[in-house]
């Protein structure tokens, strides 16, 4: 669960029966900006990359997702803890 408390605050809660941990969250900057340079989309967006005869630029085309679910069965759904 994710609150906003002054640090009385989260004193009080961190003294609760039944409360684990109380931890501040920590902000990350993603640096996300750059991303398309180094995988070179630019050039797919605006279709250097790809020869005149085959232009796209998505203009026509239909895209589907098949969504089939989630596995149960996966280890993230254990009950057991991994770590």
């Known amino acids: 669960m994710a609150v906003l408390l002054t640090r009385e605050e989260a004193d009080h ?7 684990v941990e109380v ?15 180094w995988i070179g989309a630019e050039s797919i967006w605006d279709g250097s990359a ?15 997702v098949l969504d ?3 596995n149960l069965d996966h280890p993230s759904f254990s009950d057991a803890p991994e770590d």
């Open 68 to 70: 089939t679910g989630v």
């Open 13 to 19: 809660v961190a003294r609760m029966p039944g409360v």
């Open 50 to 64: 790809t020869p005149d005869s085959m232009p796209n630029f998505g203009a026509g085309v239909v895209v589907g």
């Open 23 to 37: 931890r501040k969250d920590i902000m990350y900057d993603l640096d996300t900006d750059a991303g398309p340079q």
